[in-house]
């Protein structure tokens, strides 16, 4: 294939296009927002070097002279996505401004659902990548503790913010594909699940739901996941036992 290395390298590294010739046509920038609006429409899986080629009205096989694989295009796709984060000057505080960080994560994720598929430690040193890596750092250096461990936190919660999303992302693409509604699906289940745990064979589950038998509030729960991350990390003053 046309442009295809023989040795591993990152995409970051290359010229915006090899080969001689006229001015290339477009950017990789051009590029990147092509696959990102056809993702956005059509799912991942939409996504070629045909397909885009043709959303750029460009021949498949000279694309190639921009970007050399698939992968590639994943990367710029990412990247892409990631140039969407605001990066605010920080305030001091850092556990409210790494909340802040992963609210605004789960939104663009939201906004680009093909991103959880494409997050990756592979593509996490494209150019958008490294400066939002760099801003979380800024936003955390109050907190004391080594470099090393501030970088595990931005991994920790970027990823447990991914898997939360995953599980919204895919819940309402089921809700989508059912034949009936999503409130006759829940009343049935939970009708079901109420006559298992009312067979007394599920002491500790049935005293769970009489603590707390209402609604679950997805927004509390992913509030509380966050602070539960960043407590592991929390080097303040904790309560004695008892």
Same mark, same amino acid.
């Given at each position: 294939?046309?442009?295809? %290395?023989? #040795?591993?390298? #990152?995409?970051?590294?290359?010229?915006?296009?090899?080969?001689?010739?006229?001015?290339?046509? &477009?950017?990789?920038?051009?590029?990147?927002?092509?696959?990102?609006?056809?993702?956005?429409?059509?799912?991942?899986?939409? @996504?070629?070097?045909?397909? @885009?080629?043709?959303?750029? *009205?460009?021949?498949?096989?000279?694309?190639?002279?921009?970007?050399?694989?698939?992968?590639?295009? +994943?990367?710029? /796709? =990412?990247? %892409?996505?990631?140039?969407? !984060?605001?990066?605010?000057?920080?305030?001091?505080?850092?556990? %409210?401004? /790494?909340?802040?960080?992963? !609210?605004?994560?789960?939104?663009? /994720? !939201?906004?680009?659902?093909? /991103?959880?598929?494409?997050?990756? *430690? =592979?593509?996490? &040193?494209?150019?958008?990548?490294?400066? +939002?890596?760099?801003? $979380?750092?800024? $936003?955390?250096?109050?907190?004391?503790?080594?470099?090393?461990?501030? =970088?595990?936190?931005?991994?920790?919660?970027?990823?447990? #913010?991914? @898997? +939360?999303?995953?599980?919204?992302?895919?819940?309402?693409?089921? %809700?989508?594909?059912?034949?009936?509604?999503?409130?006759?699906?829940?009343a049935v289940r939970i009708a079901y699940l109420g006559s298992q745990v009312a067979s007394g064979a599920y002491p500790r589950l049935a005293a769970s739901f009489m603590e707390d038998a209402g609604p679950i509030d997805l927004e509390a729960v992913f509030q509380r996941m966050l602070g539960r991350v960043l407590d592991g990390f929390d080097p303040g003053p904790r309560p004695g036992p008892g």
């Open positions: 294939m046309a442009g295809r %290395a023989a #040795v591993p390298e #990152v995409i970051w590294a290359r010229p915006e296009r090899t080969g001689r010739g006229p001015k290339p046509a &477009f950017t990789r920038a051009d590029i990147a927002a092509a696959a990102v609006r056809i993702a956005d429409a059509q799912g991942l899986d939409a @996504v070629s070097m045909r397909h @885009v080629a043709a959303e750029l *009205g460009c021949g498949t096989m000279s694309l190639y002279n921009y970007v050399p694989r698939k992968e590639d295009l +994943y990367e710029l /796709m =990412v990247d %892409a996505a990631s140039g969407e !984060h605001e990066l605010w000057e920080p305030t001091g505080d850092w556990r %409210a401004d /790494m909340l802040h960080v992963a !609210h605004q994560t789960r939104e663009l /994720m !939201h906004r680009h659902p093909w /991103m959880p598929r494409l997050m990756s *430690g =592979v593509y996490g &040193f494209s150019p958008n990548a490294l400066r +939002y890596l760099e801003h $979380c750092l800024a $936003c955390l250096d109050p907190l004391d503790a080594p470099s090393g461990t501030k =970088v595990e936190l931005i991994a920790m919660l970027n990823g447990c #913010v991914t @898997v +939360y999303v995953s599980n919204e992302l895919a819940t309402a693409e089921r %809700a989508r594909s059912l034949p009936w509604s999503q409130e006759q699906e829940t």
